[in-house]
């Protein structure tokens, strides 16, 4: 019970993080004269990957690789299975061209790159992590430069100007947020792991990666609560490509990732391949462009046989 509560506390810490890290990170752009198309594809996306990004460098970093794969993997399921189905079953959401000309394509390829670098050797070593680095280097580019009405500001309340001492303020209160958030996580996440008698794994792709969902799925729901189309599948996509490309880019530019538990190996990766598969079909069927109830419905069947089957060992 008290690492649950460590872990929530983790969470929240991780959430606030991020979002004071993302006011900071825009005003400190506004304050640079950045163009806007640049702060969303660059700055926004960095700071709302910040949980993640920093769980998996503590985990690497500390010794729990699975907890740090375990996390990324589980978060881009749990970005379509859980979070774009809650969004659709609300509320049917129309799909930009986008989707198929770059989105679903860049997000197929960077993860087939990722499971091709892993499968093989069960470690992504440190020349791996560059190139997906570059490979994401190289999307932004092609973004801005041939793109840029895909790239959607999902916060544009968070174009403020600060003061400079504000800005400062919620770039080293953030900072901190994130860090003691990801100490708190990791802690009480391999406690419970050894506490219940799983792997770091089972913890990571399950509770770890819901928790830095949250933001996605709390972003997703005010969305269409607002009756505004703001968080798109696009959006979601975009995520899952920042998670590969530069979560895991980076964790292993710093320190190699080797797999412990084979089961990331041998089906954890392989539902993340399926569900990232799974939504083509399900944009041009029954409806081109658009996505409903009834594939929210599918989606989230999809995720719960995921969670249920990996609690159960399968």
Known sequence: MENLLFIILGLALLI?????LLKAAVALSLRLAIPKII?????????????????????????FPDLSLGNVVGSNIANLGLVLAITVIMGSIDV???????????????????VGFIY???????YEGIILVVFLFLFLVYLLRFQKTAVVDEMPEDDVPLPLYKTVLFLGIGGTALWSGSELLIDAAVQMAEAFGVTDRIISVTLVSVGTSIPELAAS???VLKKEKAISLGNLIGSNIFNLLAVLGITSIITPITVVDQGLLSSDIFWMLGISFL???????????RLGWRDGIVLLIFYVAFIFLTLNGK
């Open 96 to 114: 930009r061209k986008s989707f198929y000309t770059t989105d679903w394509p860049v997000m197929m390829l960077a993860s087939l790159l990722f």
């Open 16 to 20: 606030a993080g991020g979002n004071w």
């Open 120 to 126: 093989f050797d069960g470690v992504l070593q440190q």
């Open 279 to 289: 939504i083509l079909p399900l944009v041009f069927f029954p409806k081109g462009l």
């Open 221 to 223: 729901i005010i969305a």
């Open 39 to 63: 702060i969303g594809m660059t700055v926004v996306s960095f700071a709302t990957s910040a949980p993640e990004l920093i769980v998996s460098i503590k985990a690497a970093l500390d010794g």
